[in-house]
């Protein structure tokens, strides 16, 4: 296939602003799937995805498209929206020449939509704007025009005008794509040079890559070689998406795909590596990517302790599909042995949670989420420290610096004293306050990212009536006088419950978190304390009152059986109890301190 | 063996009451129904007819509620098809508003000896609270007809009412101390779709919450205590070992029949071989239904006891153990330390203020018999 008849592209867009809407009908417009086989949302493929209208993993589907006579490849690659998968964007971003960038025209550019075409940027793609829900009775198209050409600098002169919705324009999304987008560059001839931009395991095929061919060709039977491991393997097949897997027997420079070579370990797939044939083979590789960081940790434990080595099977098999999640070994004295996870944002921990319960059936219990700090200790020596456990003694620590983030928020003017109060709170620092225009103002705070993984976007949203957008990106460490927040059940300390907190926080928090756990732990035969020390100084206490009346009374007519089934369901019960000291806490208690507000 | 009859009708259901009984109804459904139950007699007849039976109490529901006549027919097919030793004790449910003095004299004709009168409290506030139909005055007169008649009396009551507190539970357990034997005292619980759980949702009932009737429930044990009753049992008082004989035979895992809708039965049977010796015993529970229709198809239809719709549960090993420690627990005889093996230690390690060593036995204390269920749970 001639590389000029091939174009790779992504779509970038603030969350909700209709991209994988508009994904759905270049798929059905282009006849790729069957009228009657259109599902709403196609490429988002996980339940949870349909379920929360977002995409949490990037997606790849092939089009075919007639344009003047001549037949296009067209290969989208559908991205994620929420900034937490900031890194899976800019992976699929760099397997393609140019973008499409869809801007709603009831809200215009939004925090998210900024930070895309940045990543758009850095890529070196071409970017196309695309004006969507312009059927929208609140539509203001030229307000939307005029903030795409202030804010970000792009011409919108003919930009497509479209409802993704009503299949509106879609056709001049299509010749957008072939006459404004770059067709790939590259040589079929040169040695085999595939990026990896995404693997997932697939439990037949083995470890799937998904490739983009920069140069030369890859068939079936060809041995290939991993370029970061020198790991060689056989191709067993190579196909594209269209936007199901489809076997095509080969691929060449300018395609998209995957190639399937019976690989057992997702990590022999590393995101970010190039594969060359061993018959011809490449001198250096592609640069690939930057790690992605994990910037919130959480310990992850079984409900069942003795599920512990499924819930390592299931994070293995979850970080195939999702190098982004990083895990190890944790053992705390309440929960047992579980693991310390580090993942991109709070969505893609509640993401990966509900994933391990839906897709592996598995109860898990979380700890409160963390970031990473780092601690210098009187002796000089550093460390990072995530899990609030591993934090040395006051009189060894010398200071803690914690990730701060350079936050941006849009919003409509008059939230702007709402929003100025908050990431006050939030201990934020004003950095920048500009208008973009009359109707939006673009705010700048730097923030520590113990809060914004806290409550912060929450709070935001209810503030802001949900017109406020949040994007943030790291900012590096600062000083901050942190403490770490104790939880003593009955005198003993649970390590499943300490946090580390802003010293001025801590007695709120504290005595937020004994209120809850009150009411989470059941009464037991003894009065149980609960409180909340910082160094072994007790800030805040409450008391669960002692269990004096666990029976049941009246046996109606020797009905005997009922007496037995309730007792079943009391052992049932305790059989999900952890036991801190002498007292039982049932898994749920572990959950409730992580809806404690610094108001309650 | 030990015989239930279950008469499931009511001059009006009391708010609280979650039980499987109709409010009184139509002559024609009595009729039905004490036909059915002569029926379900008849056939277990055929079968246990041999076994000695200890003792046959008649529930509800209001068992007083029936007249003469209809009592009588029920305990013919009960003589008819039983061997009832003499002097066995026979009690019957009887409610203050539906038992007269020409009822007591028929039943103490008929072999009844004792009567559990369904008291629940002597505050006429609480009364109409729960929808009771009587009233303190009515209650107090009935225990003093009662009395001329037998010397075996029971009365119930219900602590954690809407006008409880200390004094009222004071009042009314002394009311009555002297003229009673047995007193039966239950923590009021609001179960799932009956009218009080309504009423208290909607915040026109306030009842006690779990402290305050552990509270209340334990200002009566003292008054009783006081009053020279022993706490033989969970919810159970009785001066000069007047227990009650039938529920101690729930406790002791003794043999029962139960009759009529929803009534539950212990059965052994012998499993022998072909020379007549026993090979094993097969313990089961059986369960009735609860459905009044089916109950009276189930009768007609049945030409063996076995034939009517059941829930069945086969006991193992494992469970009869379990079931010999928890029902034995409720009582203050206790359980062999034997049985107990090595939960004893358990329970003196876990639970030292809780139970009474007696020697060969061990016991739940009060307060242990308040928190039952906690320690069963961790032992068993």
């Known amino acids: 296939m001639s590389l000029d ?13 209709g991209k994988s809407t508009l994904a759905d009908r270049l798929i059905e417009k282009t006849g790729t799937v069957a009228a009657r086989d259109m599902s709403s949302q196609l490429l988002d493929n996980m339940d949870i995805e349909k379920e929360r209208g977002i995409t949490i993993k990037l997606q790849t589907c092939r089009l075919f498209h007639t344009h003047n006579g001549e037949e296009y490849t067209l290969n989208l690659i559908d991205t994620p929206g929420h900034v937490d998968f900031t890194y899976e964007v800019s992976r699929s971003l760099a397997a ?101 931009f995404d693997s997932f395991y697939d439990n037949y095929r083995g470890a799937i890559s998904m490739v983009r061919i920069v140069d030369g060709m890859v068939r079936v039977g060809d041995r290939i070689r991993m370029m970061s491991t020198d790991k060689e393997f056989d191709v067993v097949e190579v196909g594209v998406f269209s936007p199901s897997m489809k076997s095509t027997g080969k691929l060449e420079a300018g395609e998209v795909g995957y190639i399937g070579a019976s690989i057992k370990n997702v990590s022999d797939t590393a995101v970010g590596d190039t594969i060359t044939r061993v018959d011809h083979a490449a001198k250096e590789p592609l640069p690939g990517y930057k790690k992605a960081t994990p910037m919130v940790y959480t310990g992850i434990f079984p409900a069942d302790g003795a599920r512990y080595n499924d819930l390592k099977e299931a994070l293995l098999k979850l970080q195939l599909n999702d190098a ?18 580090g993942f ?69 003017p008059e939230y702007v004293g709402q929003i100025m109060e908050l990431c006050q709170d939030k201990r934020g620092t004003f950095v920048d306050m500009t208008y973009v225009d009359t109707s939006r103002v673009q705010l700048t705070y730097t923030i520590p990212l113990n809060e914004i993984i806290y409550d912060f976007f929450d709070k935001l949203k209810s503030r802001t009536r949900g017109y406020a957008s949040l994007d943030y990106e790291m900012a590096g460490y600062q000083k901050s006088d942190l403490v770490r927040l104790d939880m003593l059940i009955n005198g003993d300390m649970c390590d499943a419950l300490s946090i580390i907190v802003h010293k001025d926080k801590a007695y709120a928090r504290g005595r937020g978190i004994a ?86 | 063996m030990k015989l239930y009859i279950h008469i499931p009708f009511c001059k009006s259901k009391c708010f609280y009451c979650d039980f499987k009984s109709f409010p009184c109804s139509e002559d024609y459904a009595i009729f039905d129904y004490l036909n059915g139950l002569n029926r379900e007699i008849e056939l277990a007849g055929k079968v246990y007819g041999d076994r000695n039976i200890t003792s046959i109490y008649f529930g509800g529901g209001t068992p007083s509620l029936l007249t003469k006549e209809q009592f009588e027919s029920v305990f013919s097919t009960i003589k008819n098809s039983f061997n009832i030793p003499e002097n066995i004790e026979i009690t019957v449910e009887c409610n203050p508003e539906s038992v007269d003095e020409d009822k007591l004299t028929f039943f103490s004709s008929q072999g009844v000896n004792r009567i559990s009168l369904g008291v629940q409290s002597l505050d006429d506030r609480n009364l109409k609270a729960i929808g009771r139909v009587h009233n303190c005055k009515t209650a107090l007169e009935k225990i003093d007809i009662v009395k001329k008649h037998f010397d075996n009396l029971s009365v119930d009551f219900i602590v954690g009412l809407p006008y409880d507190n200390n004094a009222v539970i004071e009042d009314e357990i002394k009311a009555v101390a002297d003229k009673v034997e047995h007193i039966s005292v239950y ?44 706490r033989y049992e969970v919810s159970n008082f009785a001066k000069d070992g007047h227990y009650s004989n039938h529920n101690n035979g729930y406790w002791l895992r003794e043999e029962y029949l139960g009759f009529g809708l929803s009534a539950s039965s212990l059965l052994k049977d012998e499993i022998l071989d072909e020379n007549g010796s026993v090979l094993s015993v097969n313990e089961r529970r059986l369960k009735n239904t609860n459905d009044f229709e089916n109950y009276l198809l189930d009768a007609r ?13 086969v006991l193992d090993e494992a469970e009869i153990y379990d079931e010999k420690i928890m029902l034995a627990l409720r009582m203050n005889t206790g359980v062999d330390k034997l049985l107990l093996g090595e939960k004893v230690k358990v329970l003196e390690e876990k639970f030292a203020p809780f139970i009474i060593d007696k020697g060969d036995k061990i016991a739940l204390n009060g307060k242990g018999m308040d928190v039952m269920n906690h320690i069963l749970v961790e032992i068993l």
Request: glycine share 6%; with cysteine.
């Open chain 2, 301 to 313: 239809n049945s030409v063996d006891y076995e034939d009517f719709d059941r829930e069945e549960e």
């Open chain 1, 515 to 600: 209120e809850k756990l009150k009411d989470a732990i059941p009464r037991q035969l003894f009065e149980i304390p609960v409180q909340a020390a910082i160094g072994g100084k007790v800030i805040a206490r409450e008391t669960v009152k002692a269990l004096r009346k666990d029976v049941l009374a009246k046996c109606y007519g020797g009905d005997i059986t009922r007496k037995k089934k309730l007792l079943e369901k009391q052992k049932e019960g305790k059989k999900r109890m952890r036991r801190v000291g002498s007292v039982e806490i049932p898994s749920e208690a572990f959950v409730t301190i992580l809806k404690v507000g610094d108001d309650d």
């Open chain 1, 5 to 17: 008849k091939i174009r790779n592209f992504s779509i970038i867009a603030h969350i909700d602003h």
């Open chain 2, 187 to 230: 923590m009021l619980s609001v179960e799932k779709g009956t009218p009080l759980e309504i009423l208290v949702e909607s915040g026109k009932v306030v009842v006690a919450d779990a402290d305050e009737q552990i509270d209340l429930f334990e200002e009566a044990c003292s008054v009783l205590e006081s009053a020279g009753f022993e």
């Open chain 1, 344 to 412: 991109l944002g709070l969505l893609h921990m509640e993401i990966i949670e509900e994933r391990l319960e839906r897709e592996f059936d598995l109860d898990i219990i979380t700890t409160a989420p963390s970031v990473q700090y780092i601690v210098t200790k009187t002796n000089g020596e550093k460390l990072d420290v995530a899990n609030p456990t591993n934090l040395p003694p006051a009189g060894e620590i010398d200071y803690i610096e914690e990730p701060i983030v350079k936050a941006s928020v849009f919003s409509p």
């Open chain 1, 96 to 196: 393609c020449e140019g973008a499409l960038l869809v801007v709603d025209a009831t809200q215009g550019v939004e925090a998210q939509t900024l930070s895309n075409v940045y990543l758009a940027l850095d890529n070196d793609l071409e970017i196309v704007p695309v004006i969507n829900k312009i059927d929208l009775a609140s539509a203001d198209i030229e307000g939307t025009k005029a903030e795409i050409e202030d804010i970000i600098g792009l011409d919108t002169e003919g930009c497509p005008l479209i409802s993704a919705k009503e299949g509106l324009g879609v056709d001049d999304v299509l010749d957008a794509i072939i006459e404004k987008l770059p067709a790939p560059q590259g040589d079929k001839d040169a040695p085999l040079k595939a990026l990896i």
């Open chain 1, 324 to 341: 982004s999640i990083s895990f190890e070994q944790e053992t705390s004295l309440a929960l047992g042995f579980g693991f310390r996870c």
